[in-house]
T-cell receptor
C-alpha cells in the first residue's frame, strides 16, 4: 500500500498564481487533513474533512480552499499565492476523527 | 497560551543510551489523546506512539515509551538504546475532544535529537 501520497513534491509559484495540491490515500480512511509547517514551528491545521462530503476550517484557513473529491482524495487550492504561503504542506488521513493520523511525504511550496 | 510545550529545542545523546524528550500540555478537556511523531531530515512525519487520557498504563512501542503523568500534564517520550537513525525532529501533539469528535490536533514546536556515535 502506498499510504498517503501527495503531488507535487516541490513547486515554485509567483505571487498571484494559483495551484492545487493533490492528496490521496489508499487506507480507506474517512478523515483527511491539510497542515502547513513553517520553520521552527510545529504543524498547523489548515482544513480538514471529517468524512466524504464534509470540510471544515482549521487553525489557519485564510487563502486556501479544499475539495473532498471522494473518499480517497482531498485537494488544497491556493487561488492567489502569496509569499506568506511559502511552507511545507502535509496531507494526513485517519480512520476516523479519533484515530491516529498518518502523513504524506509533504509538498514544498515556494512563492516568490 | 501554549497548548503543547516542548522546552528542549535540541538534545544530544550518546548512541546506545536512553533519552527523554519532554512534552507538557494544557487542556481542560477530560478526554484527549497524545501523540509523538518523528520527522527525519527527509521530511516525512512518522507516527511513533499514542496515549489516551484514560489509559491506565503508559504506552510502549518497541524502543519508544511514553511517560504519561496526568496530574502534571506531561507526556514525555523515552527512547531506549538510541541509534544513529533516531537523529531527527520529534513532535509532541495533542488531540482534544476525544469523545466528542474534536478535530483540533495541536503540535508542539519540536525537539531536534542528535545521536552521537
Amino acid at each position: 500500500n502506498a499510504g498517503v501520497t501527495q503531488t507535487p513534491k516541490f513547486q515554485v509559484l509567483k505571487t498571484g498564481q494559483s495551484m492545487t495540491l493533490q492528496c490521496a490515500q489508499d487506507m480507506n480512511h474517512n478523515s483527511m487533513y491539510w497542515y502547513r509547517q513553517d520553520p521552527g514551528m510545529g504543524l498547523r491545521l489548515i482544513y480538514y474533512s471529517a468524512s466524504e462530503g464534509t470540510t471544515d476550517k482549521g487553525e489557519v484557513p485564510n487563502g486556501y480552499n479544499v475539495s473532498r473529491l471522494n473518499k480517497r482524495e482531498f485537494s488544497l487550492r491556493l487561488e492567489s499565492a502569496a509569499p506568506s504561503q511559502t511552507s511545507v504542506y502535509f496531507c494526513a488521513s485517519s480512520l476516523d476523527r479519533r484515530e491516529t493520523q498518518y502523513f504524506g511525504p509533504g509538498t514544498r511550496l515556494l512563492v516568490l | 497560551a501554549q497548548k503543547i510545550t516542548q522546552t528542549q529545542p535540541g538534545m544530544f545523546v550518546q548512541e546506545k543510551e536512553a533519552v527523554t524528550l519532554d512534552c507538557t500540555y494544557d487542556t481542560s478537556d477530560p478526554s484527549y489523546g497524545l501523540f509523538w511523531y518523528k520527522q527525519p531530515s527527509s521530511g516525512e512525519m512518522i507516527f511513533l506512539i499514542y496515549q489516551g487520557s484514560y489509559d491506565q498504563q503508559n504506552a510502549t512501542e518497541g524502543r519508544y515509551s511514553l511517560n504519561f503523568q496526568k496530574a502534571r500534564k506531561s507526556a514525555n517520550l523515552v527512547i531506549s538504546a538510541s541509534q544513529l537513525g533516531d537523529s531527527a525532529m520529534y513532535f509532541c501533539a495533542m488531540r482534544e475532544g476525544w469523545n466528542t469528535g474534536g478535530f483540533k490536533t495541536i503540535f508542539g514546536a519540536g525537539t531536534r535529537l542528535f545521536v552521537k556515535a
